[in-house]
């Protein structure tokens, strides 16, 4: 069995789906775990809801940024995962962590990298007026979405798109493409070219 842990900070709608479809497929891939930076994250209740354990490292409950990492840092050691996800997890991982799983960390983030790192990606591609945005699925270094490449798919902004509409296909194109990618990393297949 592969295991995979988690990490999120809130909504979890990326978390949701990633456990939906790798226990849809029957693949030979757990999520072990939850993991969350903050005791509120609506990932928490999803969690809950599909039966996947959470570990709650409160970042507010830690008396610094450093204390909180080495505990998730023991964690993820105790979980000792083949891949570790990151899905809308708002913190930065440091080098101690990032050397520890080496290639082992991933991230899915709302553009196309190298454009429009950082936060509220699709909302800064949307104002620029660009014609075409996207998802980026990565491997995590020690920068801000900055890691190696592994995939990248892309929309046409429409005319009348409005800001909700496009958050809305950037997410279905998220929740589409993240499952497929974790399942052709731990299951070594070559990507299919799968056209949404
Ligand atoms: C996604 O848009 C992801 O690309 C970004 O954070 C958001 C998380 O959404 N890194 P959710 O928590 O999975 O709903």
């Given at each position: 069995?592969?295991?995979?842990?988690?990490?999120?900070?809130?909504?979890?709608?990326?978390?949701?789906?990633?456990?939906?479809?790798?226990?849809e497929w029957k693949l030979n891939i757990e999520i072990t775990a939850l993991i969350t930076d903050n005791k509120n994250?609506?990932?928490?209740?999803?969690?809950?809801?599909?039966?996947?354990?959470?570990?709650?490292?409160?970042y507010r409950d830690f008396a610094s940024k450093d204390e909180y990492n080495r505990k998730l840092l023991k964690e993820?050691?105790?979980?000792?995962?083949?891949?570790?996800?990151?899905?809308?997890?708002?913190?930065?991982?440091?080098?101690?962590?990032?050397?520890?799983?080496?290639?082992?960390?991933?991230?899915?983030?709302?553009?196309?990298?190298?454009?429009?790192?950082?936060?509220?990606?699709?909302?800064?591609?949307?104002?620029?007026?660009?014609?075409?945005?996207?998802?980026?699925?990565?491997?995590?270094?020690?920068?801000?979405?900055?890691?190696?490449?592994?995939?990248?798919?892309?929309?046409?902004?429409?005319?009348?798109?409005?800001?909700?509409?496009?958050?809305?296909?950037?997410?279905?194109?998220?929740?589409?493409?993240?499952?497929?990618?974790?399942?052709?990393?731990?299951?070594?297949?070559?990507?299919?070219?799968?056209?949404?």
């Amino acid at each position: 069995m592969e295991k995979i842990v988690v990490l999120a900070s809130g909504n979890g709608s990326n978390f949701e789906s990633i456990v939906k479809k790798t226990r849809e497929w029957k693949l030979n891939i757990e999520i072990t775990a939850l993991i969350t930076d903050n005791k509120n994250a609506f990932a928490v209740k999803r969690a809950g809801r599909l039966k996947v354990p959470v570990i709650i490292l409160n970042y507010r409950d830690f008396a610094s940024k450093d204390e909180y990492n080495r505990k998730l840092l023991k964690e993820l050691k105790k979980l000792s995962p083949d891949l570790i996800v990151l899905a809308g997890y708002l913190r930065i991982l440091p080098p101690f962590i990032v050397n520890e799983f080496k290639g082992k960390i991933i991230n899915i983030h709302p553009s196309l990298l190298p454009a429009f790192p950082g936060l509220n990606a699709i909302e800064r591609a949307f104002r620029a007026g660009v014609k075409y945005t996207g998802i980026t699925i990565h491997y995590v270094d020690e920068g801000v979405d900055t890691g190696e490449i592994i995939e990248q798919r892309c929309i046409r902004i429409r005319g009348g798109e409005t800001l909700s509409s496009l958050e809305k296909r950037i997410h279905r194109l998220e929740h589409y493409y993240y499952p497929r990618v974790i399942k052709d990393l731990l299951t070594e297949q070559s990507r299919s070219d799968i056209i949404i």
